[in-house]
């Protein structure tokens, strides 16, 4: 039974702030409207990632966000989890989605990744949120088997 911990807390315009209740709620099946990034932020963060630049191809580089499809079974270091509002409205699942920051194993790249699978973000929102085990846990996505109707489920492992 939700407590008053897990209400969301409300913003102007009805939106919520992605805070760890809000999260939660929303990962539960809330119908909530997580507040958008604040576009100054993203801005400042995109012109950060040009101004860091060593080669005019990283300068004109388009920001390339993977899915977890992309880097099944890569060790990765997590910096960071955001929240996101999903656009899948009519779908049954949880109403937001992750987005990783994190490290490639392979590779040493950066990488931005989403994900929107139940387990995955349940692991993320346990980690991130209740652990704070990023970035010092280095894990692994893995795909598992097909599903009946042919959706393929991942899971978050140890790297």
């Not at 899915?67 to 099944?72: A, I, L, Q, R």
């Not at 109403?95 to 040493?108: F, M, N, P, W």
Request: glycine letters at 6%; a negative charge; zero cysteines.
């Amino acid at each position: 039974m939700p407590t008053t911990k897990d209400k969301p807390e409300v913003v102007d315009g009805g939106a919520v702030l992605a805070t760890q209740a809000n999260v939660l709620a929303a990962l539960r099946g809330a119908d909530i409207t997580l507040e958008v990034e604040d576009s100054e932020v993203a801005a400042r963060a995109m012109m950060e990632r040009i101004l860091s630049a060593t080669s005019a191809a990283e300068v004109l580089a388009k920001p390339e966000t993977l899915s977890m499809e992309d880097v099944n079974g890569v060790p990765l270091t997590i910096h960071n989890v955001a929240w996101r509002q999903s656009s899948f409205s009519d779908s049954e699942g949880p109403k937001v989605y992750a987005v990783i920051h994190a490290t490639r194993g392979d590779d040493g790249s950066e990488a931005v990744i989403t994900a929107g699978g139940r387990m995955v973000m349940a692991a993320l929102y346990k980690l991130h949120f209740e652990l704070d085990a990023f970035p010092a846990l280095k894990v692994k996505l893995v795909a598992q088997n097909p599903t009946a109707g042919g959706r393929i489920p991942f899971n978050v492992e140890p790297a």
